[in-house]
């Protein structure tokens, strides 16, 4: 599963960009996670790889074919504007890579005069999506997002009786996928409250929520009608971001039977900028554990290594701000806080059972995780949870509260992975801001 730890994840290893041995940098040269940026807004967006509080330009730096073999091969495909040309490649390929940009950041290095120039902060780049991406999936891996929305939407039937054998997903829409930092305007649609007589309704959502999830980037994809086996599937995952599913839930009640998420979901899905590899995350791996009395998951799902270290150690933050709390200059409040390794499915398994038809995956698809809301209290990942259904209101410390999203709220999502005697690996972070509607005419209501 993964990659052996090998010498890019030495603790003691330091860059000779000094930001990134900070101990909170997030960046340290153990991380290097892949971005598509510009330096300024007069420059195209080209791949870049972080170390610190910079990002080395990796198109510039093809330019000076400072690599050979396998590596010279994964830095020619930096060239694009885009990461699919280099998730197209394989595992082996982009490990090489990984490897001879640590050895060129590392304190010492002999390229770091000529790499010098190809530096440019973070604060100033802009960023935009590291792929294009032709297909997305989002699951639904959480069995206590599961159980707690169930039982919300369904309060007989919380947990259906396939979510313990079959990973549950569905398709979602590529087109309204974008980076951190595009705000979106609050979706209207179809809703038809529970007990209300009457016929349905078309205007702005009142139940606008996040979700906080994970994404996991395709690389090499699979030919369509061969199946990817579990112990192959982590080779063709190119890493991971942070995924906000916005969900609409008035119009998500009144339209998910019988075949699931449509509107309610895909009018905006936002995305962090930056990839972190399956390599980086290679010292936080976990075992992959089921509560006792749960069945095991069906052969084609199963595997050894699935089983030691299926899982990752990955801790996630909600934050918000809103207009007043940003007016009056009040720190973010943490909504909710969690981890990955919650999860009631395995990232090689979502791989795995998505090819088991003979799907083909392809270079840039991008799987979501679903909610990754944890056991306890605090751990809910999204309003719907936290708020019990819109009934029990969230006081925000400045005054004001919410059972969901008002206009002008901006969402913010985290993920860190930490280890004693290890530097932490940040994943960015993923914000966008809820702007009000696009109002309907007299004619459309
Ligand atoms: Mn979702």
């Not at 309060?155 to 997903?169: H, M, S």
């Amino acid at each position: 599963m993964g990659a052996a730890l090998n010498e890019t994840h030495d603790p003691n290893l330091q860059s000779w960009i000094a930001s990134a041995n900070e101990p909170d940098s997030g960046f340290p040269i153990q991380n290097l996670p892949f971005a598509v940026f510009r330096p300024d807004e007069t420059a195209s967006f080209r791949p870049g790889v972080a170390i610190g509080d910079r990002i080395l330009d990796l198109q510039a730096l093809a330019d000076l074919r400072p690599f050979y073999g396998l590596a010279a091969r994964a830095l020619e495909a930096c060239k694009g504007q885009r990461l699919n040309a280099l998730m197209a490649l394989s595992s082996a390929h982009w490990s090489a890579l990984r490897l001879e940009l640590s050895r060129a950041l590392r304190l010492g290095s002999a390229m770091a005069d000529r790499l010098q120039p190809l530096l440019s902060a973070q604060s100033d780049a802009q960023f935009d999506l590291p792929a294009r991406i032709g297909d997305y999936t989002d699951f639904y891996i959480s069995i206590h997002h599961a159980s707690a929305v169930g039982s919300l939407f369904r309060p007989d039937n919380p947990l259906l009786p396939n979510y313990k054998w079959v990973p549950i997903g569905y398709h979602g829409r590529a087109s309204s996928i974008s980076v951190s930092g595009s705000d979106f305007a609050r979706p209207c649609g179809q809703t038809k409250p529970a007990g209300n007589p009457g016929p349905p309704q078309v205007g702005p959502s009142q139940r606008l929520d996040y979700e906080l999830e994970l994404g996991a980037f395709i690389g090499t994809g699979n030919p369509m009608g061969r199946r990817i086996r579990i112990e192959d599937a982590e080779s063709h995952v190119f890493g991971l971001c942070l995924l906000n599913d916005w969900s609409a839930r008035d119009l998500q009640a009144w339209e998910y039977q019988p075949l699931g998420p449509f509107l309610a979901k895909n009018f905006a899905t936002t995305i962090s900028p930056w990839l972190v590899s399956m390599e980086a995350l290679t010292p936080f791996r976990c075992p992959f554990a089921r509560a006792s009395g749960d069945p095991s998951p069906l052969p084609y799902l199963s595997s050894t290594d699935n089983d030691s270290s299926g899982s990752i150690d990955i801790e996630l933050e909600v934050w918000i701000t809103t207009q007043r709390s940003r007016e009056a200059d009040e720190q973010p409040f943490l909504l909710g806080r969690s981890n990955f390794r919650h999860a009631y499915w395995t990232l090689a398994q979502l791989v795995t059972h998505h090819t088991v038809n003979g799907c083909n995956l392809q270079p840039g698809d991008l799987l979501g995780t679903g909610t990754l809301s944890g056991p306890g209290a605090g751990q809910e990942g999204s309003l719907l949870e936290l708020t019990l259904g819109g009934k029990q209101a969230v006081q925000l410390p400045w005054g004001e509260q919410r059972l969901f999203l008002e206009d002008f709220d901006e969402i913010t999502l985290k993920a860190v992975c930490r280890k004693a005697g290890y530097p932490s690996i940040s994943f960015g972070g993923c914000s966008a801001r809820v702007l009000p509607p696009l109002p309907l005419t007299s004619t459309e209501r």
